[in-house]
C-alpha cells in the first residue's frame, strides 16, 4: 500500500540538496480501477501496476523488467506524449521528498511528494513546499500524458 502526498514547489531552494536522475514514463492502462506503467529509471526498467486512486493512499506492485524491454514498451504500448522528467530524492529527518521537476510538454511544473506510513502520521514541511494538491487528479502523472501541464489555461 503507498500513502503519499503531493505539493507544489515554490522556489529553488531545494536543488542544492540533491542529484537528479532522469525518468521517462508512459502508461499502457489508466482506467478508473487500475494503472499500468512502464518506467526507465537512468538504466533500469520499471513495470508498476496500481489500484484505483481514491486519495492518497493505493495498492502499488512494481517489478523490474529489461531497459531495452521498457524502452520499446515506451516508444510502442504506452500513449502518447512520454512523461519526462528529471527525479531528485531528498532526505529530511526521517522522512524521503521526491522532487519531480518534469521536461517536455509538461516542463514549468515541478512537485514534491512524501510518502508516509499512515494517514495520521505528522511531518514537517520544508519551506519551498507549498500548496498540497494530493487530491488534485490534474497533478496525477497518467493526467499529465492525457491533459500536459503546457497546455493549462491556468495552473
Known amino acids: 500500500m503507498e500513502l503519499e502526498r503531493k505539493f507544489l514547489v515554490v522556489d529553488d531552494a531545494w536543488k542544492s540538496l540533491a ?7 508512459g502508461y499502457i492502462s489508466t482506467g478508473t480501477d487500475r494503472t499500468v506503467r512502464i518506467r526507465t529509471v537512468g538504466h533500469r526498467g520499471i513495470l508498476t501496476i496500481m489500484g484505483p ?7 502499488e506492485f512494481e517489478y523490474d523488467i529489461p531497459e531495452a524491454e521498457a524502452t520499446v514498451m515506451l516508444e510502442q504500448l504506452c500513449d502518447q506524449p512520454l512523461l ?6 531528498i532526505r529530511i529527518g526521517p522522512l524521503t521528498w521526491e522532487v519531480d521537476e518534469f521536461n517536455g510538454v509538461n516542463r514549468g511544473l515541478i512537485v514534491a511528494e512524501v510518502e508516509l506510513a499512515s494517514t495520521g502520521q505528522r511531518f514537517e514541511r520544508p519551506a ?4 498540497d494538491v494530493s487530491s488534485d ?3 496525477f502523472d497518467a493526467n499529465l500524458v492525457r491533459h500536459p501541464y503546457t497546455s493549462w489555461t491556468t495552473p
Not at 84 to 89: A, G, L
Not at 128 to 131: I, K, L, N, R, T
Open 19 to 25: 542529484d537528479g536522475v532522469r525518468h521517462r514514463q
Open 53 to 59: 486512486a481514491g486519495g492518497p493512499a493505493r495498492h
Open 84 to 89: 519526462e522528467k528529471t527525479r531528485f530524492t
Open 128 to 131: 519551498w513546499v507549498g500548496e
Open 137 to 139: 487528479p490534474r497533478y
